[in-house]
């Protein structure tokens, strides 16, 4: 315990003394926490720029028009031209435009199906892009109903008939879990503990390789007592108690004043991130092994945090990824960590839905072990290259 307390002391001087430390982890988070959460303040984006090119210039166009700037997620801007709609959309100052062809309003009136075409910018896909293609394709939805139903009233047909043409089987959705369907409730949490993961490795892969950068690494051996699976364990102590603060911080916002959803309990959702944080610094104490000099082991970190963002599954299922990847993912805390807050958070199943991600998130404290040998003998022949 004497040997653990003076690694402990020695690292906390050592924070004190390199700003990076606090900086890559508090600073990282406190400012990551503080854009995502406000960005997504109010649940959706709201008035996305969505250029607008009308040739037709009809009072069907003039009201598909003013339909479209009245809804929540869009705002109109309107251009006299393709070229110049397509400059604002190269440069980013639209999400997309929409060119409404000429005839427009004689075509659907004689239901002739015309074309309108919707341009997208693919470079922002989920926030900007998805969510303007949507609201336009709700209103040529709406506004193709719209024609419908006032030619069928002049030809006579009753309202209960219109609606069955018009509208033949009625969708009665209820989404699970997140009712109003806010873009935080299932972005915001996974997004930030992706970040707290990837500065989980950045940091922890920075301590230790550091010690061999500056030559330090024998005085820390030595305070361990030639032990470098006690060595490590106790230099890594202030940096579990940091970063779960940082993640049991982050969940006490969200589940409190932000009201995520929460079926099942605070404390078991506590216990996922202490498992996620002991995962991640299990898995940089394995790439130091592996590579132990800095600029490598730090690069390597941030790649393998990087990818953990794809097959976490929390945008992109992991089943409709290619079959040679879909297995990668059990190779990433966080993909474990995002279906034990599925199983807690949104179904509240308790220890019987999130028993096997507890499992795998504590299986990868034995990786450590494969190079624990190999780290030792870099600590203490300093044999590798610093640079």
């Not at 015309?114 to 709406?142: C, E, F, H």
Request: glycine share 8%.
């Amino acid at each position: 315990m004497k040997r653990i307390s003076n690694i402990i002391r020695r690292e906390l001087y050592l924070w004190s003394k390199r700003p990076i430390y606090l900086l890559g982890s508090v600073g990282v988070m406190l400012a990551s926490a503080i854009f995502f959460l406000s960005f997504f303040g109010k649940g959706l984006p709201e008035d996305i720029p969505i250029g607008v090119v009308d040739r037709d210039c009809s009072s069907t166009s003039r009201n598909f028009i003013q339909q479209l700037d009245a809804t929540q997620l869009g705002k109109v801007i309107r251009f006299g031209s393709i070229p110049e709609a397509r400059r604002e959309l190269e440069t980013g100052k639209i999400s997309a435009y929409v060119v409404i062809p000429e005839r427009f309003d004689e075509d659907v009136q004689s239901f002739r199906c015309p074309r309108m075409g919707v341009y997208v910018n693919a470079m922002n896909p989920v926030i900007g892009g998805a969510l303007a293609y949507k609201d336009v394709l709700t209103m040529v939805n709406l506004t193709n109903g719209a024609v419908q139903r006032q030619v069928l009233r002049a030809k006579g047909v009753n309202e209960r008939e219109i609606m069955a043409r018009i509208q033949p089987v009625v969708v009665d959705a209820h989404n699970i879990g997140n009712a109003p369907t806010n873009y935080a409730y299932y972005l915001c949490n996974m997004i930030l503990s992706g970040l707290l993961a990837m500065s989980i490795m950045l940091v922890v892969s920075y301590a230790l390789a550091s010690e061999l950068k500056f030559g330090t690494s024998r005085q820390l051996l030595a305070l361990g007592g030639d032990d470098i699976g006690l060595t490590v364990l106790a230099k890594l102590v202030p940096y579990t108690v940091l970063f779960t603060m940082l993640g049991v911080s982050l969940e006490l916002v969200m589940f409190g004043p932000l009201h995520y959803p929460m079926r099942g309990s605070v404390l078991n959702m506590i216990l996922a991130v202490l498992l996620m944080v002991l995962a991640y610094e299990a898995v940089s104490v394995f790439v130091v092994s592996m590579v132990p000099t800095l600029r490598l082991s730090v690069c390597i970190s941030a790649l393998y945090s990087i990818l953990g963002f794809s097959f976490a599954g929390f945008t992109l299922p992991v089943s409709s990824l290619p079959p040679a990847l879909q297995g990668l993912s059990a190779i990433y805390p966080l993909r474990s960590y995002y279906q034990f807050y599925v199983q807690e958070a949104v179904f509240g199943t308790g220890f019987r839905g999130w028993w096997l991600q507890a499992v795998m998130l504590l299986v990868f404290q034995l990786v450590p072990l494969v190079g624990l040998r190999r780290l030792g003998d870099a600590y203490k022949y300093q044999n590798y290259p610093i640079n």
